[in-house]
């Protein structure tokens, strides 16, 4: 694994590598090169099964960051590729020309986070919300107990218990 | 009489892809929807089927229907909190959202759990794995017709959902595996109670074997529909039984050895024709594996010891910074967790990943083509997806 991360740093602008276990390392690239690395890692390196594609919202920082796991079954090995986006304008190169299924993850981005993959295909067309106009709804800047507070109402008779306060008088009743 | 025949060609021109090209308003396709209320889709999702006479000319899943937010919800649920919600994204095997969750908060805090509870880890999944598949067989083969075979493989599920409650206390969702371990171990009589069950489960086997694989209707619906090209299999992301009936022999268990599953003597089921027959004869195969394992399971494990480490505070519990992907051997292929944690006492993210995502997604939607309207149910019960990892 230590091998190939060299490899890439010698062709790619690879930074921060985690490895996480003998068989899982996380890098970050930039942005420019990533389109390039992942097409590398699947034709040359062997990396040709894409697990997943995903976001996390790092608010503070105002990025976004995308990871593609990609897997090498012959080496038994998966590689985790981060790319930081900038969060006022998350937009990304697609990689469904890679996998098929990369453009349902592509429209899941766009619509749960509002990441744009130009050329995705029915990237527009909604996924899992359906006349959906509030901001997407897995940023972190969405705050899903408000919104539910404001669109429900609650029940008449209905009380509600803090758990984490049960869950202190069942499990450490002493402290 | 006059002639029709300049009114109607047979087949729609294709694309330069080889999607069909469809034309709504020249009257000759109809556009219906299968679902999300429909026998012949695996719980609540949608397929837009476009066909022309009784061929399927262009297919679209949707889904939706069945989204709660999971992975929103843990965001502002303490990892603890977390562990109640995750078995409710896989509803016929929620043991393994729970095996993924903890084994991704156990790597990233550094937990090593006994030796009892990764057996008792292993036991859970591998059941949870056999009550999976014999609900599937039922809905397979109800797909084509036969009925029967459903009310036998689900009597036989529910004697292992006895088995799961003797366990548990839980017979759907079982809430077993906390990080940390196991909530506890087999309780007195066990062995003898699964094996009696695990004997009822051969019995039932060897009458769907004669009533559902050498029935001449399901032969013929079934033999050379819904092929999956070999090729396919990393284009589409495809794992687990649909891999392997095309000959990818892909098993988490064997590729990336996790609980017990190395101590365990098993082979890789593969098969090769790759179309529903062979799947769900594939998957028949798998259900006399599963006994196996578990009879290997309770002859190794340790009946008694410790079975939950030593936690911290769980109301306090911080985790530090890091990410970790984990994932498992479902029924229908790889299942995994990709946890962020950012040192606070909540997961900055939890990303779930479903082989239906792929399955009744991309291959479905491609597989559907040309195909006949009658046999859509059955193909995509052959894929073996749960619509509730897809929108999670």
Not at chain 2, 53 to 61: F, H, L, N, R, S
Not at chain 2, 181 to 187: D, M, Q
Not at chain 2, 344 to 365: K, Q
Not at chain 2, 379 to 386: E, F, N, Q, V
């Amino acid at each position: 694994m230590k091998a190939l991360i060299e490899r890439l740093e010698k062709k790619f602008r690879v930074t921060d590598p985690v490895m996480q276990r003998a068989d899982e390392t996380f890098f970050t690239v930039d942005k420019a090169d990533a389109v390039a690395l992942i097409t590398h890692l699947r034709e040359r390196e062997g990396f040709t099964h894409l697990s997943f594609l995903t976001a996390v919202d790092w608010l503070e920082d105002g990025k976004f960051q995308l990871t593609y796991l990609l897997n090498n079954n012959a080496m038994k090995a998966d590689v985790g590729v981060r790319v930081f986006l900038d969060r006022e304008r998350p937009v990304m190169e697609s990689v469904h020309h890679l996998w098929k299924q990369a453009a349902t993850y592509q429209r899941e981005l766009k619509e749960m986070f509002g990441i744009d993959f130009p050329g995705s295909p029915r990237i527009d067309e909604p996924f899992i919300l359906e006349g959906w106009h509030d901001i997407p709804p897995y940023r972190r800047d969405f705050d899903t107990k408000k919104y539910s507070e404001e669109t429900y109402f609650p029940r008449p008779g209905r009380t509600t218990h803090d758990p984490a306060d049960y869950m202190k008088q069942k499990l450490y009743p002493e402290e | 009489m006059a002639d029709i025949s300049k009114y109607r060609d047979f087949f729609p021109p294709k694309n330069p892809d080889g999607t069909n090209i469809i034309d709504l308003e020249s009257h000759k396709f109809v556009k219906i929807w299968q679902g999300p209320q429909h026998p012949g889709i695996t719980g609540n999702m949608s397929l837009e089927l476009i066909i022309q006479g009784d061929e399927v000319m262009e297919c679209k899943t949707h889904v939706g229907y069945l989204h709660r937010g999971f992975e929103k919800l843990m965001e502002r649920r303490k990892f603890i909190q977390c562990f109640p919600l995750v078995c409710r994204i896989a509803v016929p095997e929620p043991d393994f959202n729970e095996y993924c969750f903890a084994a991704t908060v156990e790597e990233l805090a550094g937990i090593e759990i006994p030796e009892a509870a990764v057996w008792m880890r292993t036991l859970i999944l591998e059941m949870s794995r056999l009550t999976s598949f014999l609900m599937h067989l039922g809905g397979q083969s109800g797909a084509f017709g036969l009925g029967v075979v459903a009310q036998w493989t689900n009597y036989v599920r529910d004697l292992m959902l006895d088995r799961f409650e003797e366990i548990s206390g839980g017979r759907i969702y079982r809430m077993h595996m906390p990080p940390g371990g196991v909530r506890g171990l087999t309780p007195d009589g066990f062995d003898a109670r699964m094996e009696e069950t695990l004997r009822t489960i051969e019995d039932v086997m060897k009458d769907v074997d004669t009533t559902l694989f050498n029935n001449a209707v399901f032969k013929r619906r079934s033999v050379g529909l819904g092929y999956i090209d070999p090729a396919w299999v990393d284009l589409y992301g495809i794992t687990g039984p649909n891999a392997r009936a095309a000959g990818v022999p892909k098993d988490v268990r064997k590729d990336y050895p996790y609980l017990k599953y190395p101590e365990l003597d098993f082979d890789v089921i593969t098969a090769k024709d790759s179309d529903i027959y062979t799947r769900t004869d594939l998957r028949r195969r798998e259900i006399l594996l599963s006994i196996d394992l578990i009879r290997q399971i309770l002859a190794k494990m340790p009946k008694t010891g410790e079975y939950m480490a030593k936690m911290p505070n769980v109301l306090h519990w911080r985790i530090p910074k890091g990410e970790t992907y984990i994932r498992s051997e479902c029924t229908r292929g790889e299942y995994g967790f990709y946890t962020v944690t950012d040192g606070s006492g909540y997961p900055r993210r939890v990303n779930v990943r479903g082989p239906s995502y792929t399955h009744a997604v991309a291959l479905m939607e491609r597989m559907a083509i040309d195909c006949n309207i009658a046999d859509t149910a059955g193909l995509m019960l052959s894929l073996h997806t749960y619509p509730p990892e897809i929108e999670r």
